[in-house]
């Protein structure tokens, strides 16, 4: 298999398995994802190889997953058109079933999603490697700005040793823009603060599905019993549960009871509570109760926040500045394409040998790229800013030299060179022909007086963020 061949897959592989991770809950996940290895594909049959290490997981995995996994990898390779699930070569050991002191299979040999944990089970492994809790998304690791930091704050307190003011706390974000995260780092950070605690954490989709075995099984007693005896409770994709009446009712009652107890409740979800169709109006008063916060769209300069606190993980490896700077600019949807994408560049050039660099940022991120680049234009800069500023759109051409007029055109040259791909002199030619050497005065100046003039940033992460949405 061809090197840019084999850093594709790995590409792909890394995507879905996030996806899986989310779905299914750090626990099974590592259990039996992680340890999936991707082989090649067969372009005759269109078969994809996945292999794992044992006998006993490649049929676990086969017999549970095989469906979701070649549903996923027909959606993220059209020439995908089945998955062999199978040993890998020279590795038919027998899995050790490892089992506690009094028999019981430990808990991450079975499908146990809805995942707790308490003080008297920790052990010395910690409570990260049992709780379903993912050990890197902690606050230390959350980088914040100002489209996050009102959720950052809150989830903090929530977290925190003294009762909170507001619960439940609802986290309201798009794909991709760090509420998960958010909620993985309440939960550690809660356990840390109250050692004897017991807490819960799973999707929305995963207490549907605990929900649905335990009323076919006869023991909605136990379910119930279980759910509410438990310290912090955390769903993540509460839109998930939308239209599901029995369902809704018991997380109604379990709310309720946990409130009652002076518990701690925290929801996900990609839209607001207002929002969210299909729920029923006891059960949307009681997640509008507490604080909604919302985590906008991460702006540029957050964008390379991020950016250059996970390159801490490569070093010595270097990225030039220019690289990071494209990619912040360029990969706006959320910020998990954004880190997925700097994975991928840096994959590459590992694994290749080369250097990074921005002409092999535009030619190994092709489809991360052109799925996030919305085409902002020099006049749609200029008509935005003439807006701002509340000037005439043909002073953007004029050779006036006021102020109220000069100000405004340099803002308007600096963001035409930073958010499109188009040169000096072209910029130059669609303010009235300018000459290049204007145009490269008015950005720099304009970098100078951001780093000097508070009132001059704001202007421009404002116009940022208008071009940007």
Not at 6 to 21: E, F, K, Y
Not at 53 to 67: H, L
Not at 290 to 296: N, Y
Request: include cysteine.
């Amino acid at each position: 298999m061809e090197d840019s061949e084999a850093v594709n897959l790995a590409a792909d592989w890394s995507d879905i398995s996030q996806g899986l991770r989310k779905d299914l809950g750090h626990q099974l996940h590592s259990q039996w994802i992680k340890p999936i290895q991707v082989g090649g594909i067969n372009k005759d049959t269109g078969t994809l190889d996945l292999f794992l290490p044992t006998e006993f997981s490649a049929n676990w995995v086969k017999d549970r997953f095989a469906d979701r996994l070649s549903l996923a990898w027909k959606i993220a390779r059209s020439e995908v058109r089945h998955v062999n699930i199978q040993v890998h070569p020279g590795r038919r050991q027998v899995a050790d079933l490892r089992l506690h002191s009094d028999g019981r299979r430990p808990a991450n040999d079975g499908d146990h999603s809805m995942m707790a944990i308490s003080a008297d089970t920790l052990g010395d492994a910690g409570f990260t490697s049992s709780v379903g809790l993912d050990a890197s998304l902690t606050f230390a690791a959350f980088i914040t700005g100002e489209a996050n930091v009102l959720a950052f704050n809150a989830a903090q307190r929530m977290a925190a040793t003294e009762k909170p003011q507001f619960s439940p706390l609802y986290l309201k974000a798009a794909t991709g823009q760090g509420k998960t995260h958010l909620l993985h780092a309440i939960g550690h950070s809660f356990l840390q603060a109250h050692p004897r605690s017991r807490i819960f954490y799973c999707s929305a989709e995963r207490f549907m599905v605990e929900f649905v075995q335990a009323l076919k099984a006869n023991q909605m007693l136990e379910f119930k019993a279980r759910l509410r005896s438990f310290d912090l409770l955390l769903v993540d994709d509460i839109q998930f549960i939308i239209g599901k009446a029995s369902a809704q009712e018991e997380l109604l009652y379990t709310i309720d009871a946990l409130l009652a107890e002076g518990k701690r409740l925290v929801f996900a979800a990609d839209r607001a509570p207002q929002a969210l169709d299909g729920v029923e109006p006891r059960l949307l008063s009681r997640l509008s109760m507490g604080l909604v916060a919302d985590i906008q769209a991460a702006d540029i300069e957050l964008r390379k926040k991020i950016l250059h606190s996970k390159l801490t993980k490569f070093a010595p490896l270097q990225v030039p500045e220019d690289v990071l700077d494209f990619l912040a600019r360029t990969i706006t949807r959320n910020v998990r394409e954004l880190v997925g994408g700097l994975n991928k560049l840096i994959a590459y050039a590992q694994l290749t040998g080369q250097e990074v660099s921005l002409q092999l940022a535009e030619e190994q991120l092709t489809d991360i790229l052109s799925a996030n680049r919305r085409r902002i234009t020099i006049d749609e800069i200029q008509r935005t800013v003439c807006q701002f500023y509340r000037i005439d759109r043909s002073e953007m051409s004029s050779k006036r030299r006021a102020r109220a007029v000069v100000r405004p055109r340099q803002v308007a040259m600096y963001l035409s060179k930073v958010l499109t791909p188009r040169s000096y002199p072209e910029i130059g030619r669609k303010f009235g022909g300018r000459d290049h050497s204007t145009v490269i005065h008015a950005v720099r100046l304009i970098e100078d007086l951001r780093q000097r003039d508070a009132d001059m940033d704001g202007d421009v992460r404002s116009l940022l963020r208008q071009l940007e949405s």
